[in-house]
């Protein structure tokens, strides 16, 4: 078998059946062997970006590894910013590159570049084959890294020559040994004892989780323990959907843009049960003062984690769900006492809320609003990143694990519509509603064709502003409302400096692209909703639509998203709104 055949059919054994990617010369035997494979299914994106992110959403989505096929050179390069996406947000996927030919490495050939190299940074780990008898082994060892321990991207860079080979007696590997790779799945029993002693003898216990109770499909885990501890939990945006909005004990997202109950019970509680996230900057705020009267504990499953922001009193490492099923018969049940009064109390106090009338301009939180309370438990929400992001986080009501997906660690624009594409395929007969700014949209609009040829039925809402909002939300509050280019109206024929979405906009321009044009011109239905007595018309029109569609909202540029704690205050120091 050459190593293009051994490739397919490794790939096969691996449990894939989907592939997105684009082709090049480097991968050409690659895709002459792909083309003839009835078992895989490959999505031909318009963009290599395209192509990691879907491969991205596929596996937030089911939990699987996500793979994407491009070219070299600049195929190759334009999957980094997918790349490095994927492994800030601990997503499995496996992304293989082609490379020339080996005896031409490192000559400068044409479409060449370096991306064992390049990529090293940003996966989880990564290889350069340079002999056909290699490649079965380092098949088994990419999904395997990939997929286990804290997943995350693997890159395979594979030379031309090494795809034309042939290897005489192919047999792929059934297991795989690394020496230097063994990850921890179960805690350590100790711990796990002093932890529960910790819960039992806490006046204020507060779980804070993260995305790792979905990655170690934990949530029912979690569910049970929170019926036996009555212990109040706020969850992190890569954790929202492990735990039902509607649950009492929860508390709501913490962080920057979290809302006051969560953030007020992280510097209130006396104990911190962090377990499967990374104590993120956007979470902490002043790190000095975060949960300042708590012991914590910090359960993750990659040891490096634990301590490297915040300083821990009772580390274990250890896979979420294992953790949480012996810590849940360590713990004595706890009943509800004054603790969840005060923080039923905050939750009563402090409510998420905006003020939408009839004739006022649309809010971007009522639209967020009305699709959650048009939407089935299992729509999966998948969001682009900025203000509509946080929105989305605060009042779209997530109730199940992997039906809300969201680029966190890098914050990557441009990542909502292809992530939608690869979780719309892995779950066609499920609602998928990709939620994007008009900013983040154009930046991978051209998958709007790959939706359209493939029939791949997203809906897609665009929170049309006019600005890049967060950023000008960033400009409003503390760069004195210095407008610098965050107006996507701004250019020739506008005003010396930008007087902000306040004021008349002075350059008559009109606002491009018109989105529901482009929509139409990839063939896809186009929608728009300018007051809100069209939001609710727009919205059921567009679910309910075969196939993919596009429903824009204009909606009110100056809104901010609140509650905010500004960065590098502390937690308490929280802005509730204009006033």
């Not at 709501?252 to 499967?276: F, Q, R, W």
């Not at 996230?277 to 979470?283: E, K, M, Q, S």
């Not at 441009?414 to 700014?437: E, K």
């Amino acid at each position: 078998m050459t190593g293009a055949e051994i490739l397919i059919d490794a790939l096969k054994k691996e449990g894939v059946n989907v592939i997105f990617g684009y082709p090049g010369g480097a991968v050409i035997p690659i895709f002459d062997v792909l083309f003839k494979e009835k078992d895989i299914k490959f999505i031909l994106t318009r963009h290599e970006q395209g192509a990691t992110h879907a491969a991205d959403g596929y596996a937030r989505a089911t939990g699987k590894v996500g793979v994407c096929i491009v070219t070299s050179g600049p195929g190759a390069t334009n999957t980094i910013t997918g790349i490095a996406n994927a492994k800030l947000d601990s997503v499995p996927i496996v992304v293989i590159s082609g490379q020339v030919s080996t005896n031409y490495i490192g000559t400068d050939a044409f479409q060449e570049t370096d991306m064992d190299g390049l990529a090293r940074s940003v996966c989880k780990h990564n290889y350069l084959v340079q002999k056909v008898e290699d490649l079965p082994q380092v098949i088994k060892k990419a999904f395997y890294i990939a997929r286990s321990g804290r997943p995350g991207p693997v890159s395979i860079d594979l030379p031309k020559d090494v795809t034309t080979s042939s290897l005489k007696n192919y047999t792929y590997p059934e297991t795989v040994d690394m020496l230097g790779y063994k990850p921890t799945l179960n805690g350590n029993a100790r711990q796990i004892e002093k932890l529960a002693i910790y819960i039992d003898n806490a006046e204020k216990p507060l779980l804070y989780t993260g995305g790792g109770i979905i990655t170690a499909g934990a949530a029912e885990e979690l569910d049970k323990f929170l019926k036996k501890t009555n212990i109040p939990i706020v969850v992190t945006l890569m954790g929202l959907g492990s735990v039902p909005s509607d649950n009492k004990l929860f508390l709501g997202m913490p962080g920057m843009h979290g809302t006051v109950s969560a953030n007020y019970a992280i510097m209130e509680c006396d104990l911190l049960i962090a377990i499967g996230n990374r104590f993120d900057d956007r979470v902490t705020g002043n790190k000095q003062t975060f949960a300042k009267n708590a012991k914590i504990a910090h359960v993750d499953i990659d040891p490096a984690e634990i301590g490297k922001n915040i300083k821990t009193h009772i580390p274990i490492v250890g896979d979420a769900k294992n953790v949480l099923a012996d810590l849940y018969k360590k713990v004595k049940p706890r009943e509800p006492n004054e603790w969840n009064e005060v923080t039923e109390e905050w939750k009563k106090n402090y409510p998420l809320k905006y003020n939408q009338s009839e004739n006022s301009e649309i809010l971007p939180q009522y639209v967020i609003d009305r699709i959650s309370h048009l939407s089935k438990d299992d729509t999966i929400i998948v969001t682009d990143v900025g203000q509509h992001q946080m929105w989305c986080a605060l009042f779209y009501k997530q109730m199940k694990p992997r039906t809300f997906l969201s680029s966190g660690g890098l914050g990557t624009m441009g990542f909502g519509l292809p992530a939608a594409m690869g979780a719309s395929i892995a779950f066609p007969d499920r609602t998928v509603i990709n939620i994007s700014g008009d900013g983040g949209i154009q930046m991978n609009i051209q998958e709007l064709a790959t939706c359209s040829v493939n029939k791949i039925p997203v809906k897609i809402v665009v929170i049309n502003n006019s600005f890049l909002g967060m950023v000008r939300q960033w400009q409003d509050l503390f760069w004195n409302k210095n407008y610098a280019f965050t107006c996507l109206k701004q250019g020739p024929g506008c005003p010396d400096k930008c007087k902000g979405p306040t004021e008349k906009c002075e350059s008559g321009r009109p606002y491009f692209p018109d989105l529901v044009k482009v929509a139409e011109a990839n063939g896809i239905k186009g929608l728009r909703a300018t007051k809100v007595s069209e939001v609710d018309a727009v919205l059921q029109e567009g679910i309910n639509t075969d196939g993919p569609v596009l429903m824009e909202f204009m909606v009110k540029k100056t809104e901010n998203v609140y509650p905010m704690v500004p960065p590098g205050k502390s937690l308490d120091e929280i802005i509730m709104g204009e006033e």
